[in-house]
């Protein structure tokens, strides 16, 4: 059994993850704000289960040396920085630990098990508290050295005045929203909170409402949301040959939000016939909320099994 850790930048989600990669005994904690809170927090989580596990797979956000465990900057987590994650859980609890980014989880997942099997080249987009990309090709993860092959080469009609500059603006607007953080879920959620009057952050109660047409306020919100989701994977796309893209993250079991982010898409592509590829398929994550959870715990298993 793999005791699975998921750390966002909200919530800190775990499970144990058997040999037929089902997950079990899930729970979650709000993910603190110091990291002396951190540590505590998630030695506490692997404490309650060392005696029934054979090891700790985890998925963090940012930039991570999977090798070594390492996290050099922990994505939106601002005391993640220069932390020897997997090293000093392995010394304290002398159980193996294996860490890999959250959305590199995500993708392997899909890639193994999910959505992404059998494909050249395809994409998770991760959507929570910030967004996170996955690549991956025929059920690996997609090796830095190996990305130029999947890079697409300049079309003619790309090298057109009329289309280069529309790609140019989608590279220039999916950089800006990046930076911005206008992906993020918990951003959406937390400003349709707000429009809706609630006291606390309701993302359930947020999609309910736009299923019953709430106000006009909340559904231009909630396009625009799915307009900045769309300009990034129509982005990608001009850059990578995708076959598909996946949504994942706790907010992708929304089918509303999938159909906004597709119809978006099409809009945006349909704005431009010349853009030198056709239209991939856009659809959610076949284990949501736990892709993240389940890549950690197939990274561990075939790391381990070198």
């Not at 601002?78 to 859980?89: D, Q, S, W």
């Not at 999916?174 to 606390?200: C, P, T, W």
Request: glycine residues 8%; charged residues 15%.
């Amino acid at each position: 059994m793999i005791l699975a850790i998921d750390i966002g930048g909200t919530f800190i989600k775990f499970g144990l993850v058997d040999d037929d990669f089902s997950i079990s005994n899930q729970s979650k904690e709000s993910t603190p704000t110091t990291i002396e809170d951190f540590w505590r927090t998630l030695e506490s989580i692997v404490s309650s289960f060392e005696n029934d596990i054979s090891g700790i797979a985890i998925a963090c956000p940012g930039e991570i040396n999977s090798k070594h465990g390492f996290v050099f900057k922990g994505g939106l987590i601002p005391y993640l920085t220069a932390i020897p994650l997997g090293t000093r859980l392995s010394k304290i609890f002398l159980l193996p630990v294996k860490v890999i980014n959250d959305a590199d989880a995500a993708a392997l997942a899909e890639a193994r098990y999910g959505s992404l099997q059998d494909l050249d080249c395809g994409a998770a987009l991760v959507l929570g508290t910030g967004v996170g990309l996955g690549l991956v090709s025929q059920g690996a993860l997609l090796p830095p050295l190996s990305v130029t092959q999947y890079l697409r080469a300049p079309s003619p009609q790309s090298m057109g005045q009329t289309v280069l500059p529309f790609q140019l603006e989608l590279f220039k607007h999916a950089l800006f929203s990046l930076v911005d953080n206008k992906g993020s879920a918990v951003g959406f959620v937390h400003e349709a909170s707000q429009i809706l009057g609630l006291e606390q952050d309701d993302g359930l109660a947020v999609f309910s409402a736009l299923d019953e047409n709430h106000s006009e306020q909340l559904n231009c919100l909630f396009k625009d949301y799915c307009h900045e989701i769309a300009v990034l994977i129509l982005n990608l796309q001009s850059f990578f040959k995708l076959d598909r893209v996946v949504i994942g993250g706790g907010i992708s079991s929304q089918n509303s939000l999938i159909e906004g982010i597709v119809n978006a898409y099409e809009e945006l592509f349909n704005e431009k016939s010349e853009l030198g590829f056709e239209p991939i398929t856009i659809q959610a994550c076949h284990f949501h909320n736990d892709s993240n959870l389940l890549g950690a715990a197939s990274y561990f298993a075939s790391e381990n099994a070198l």
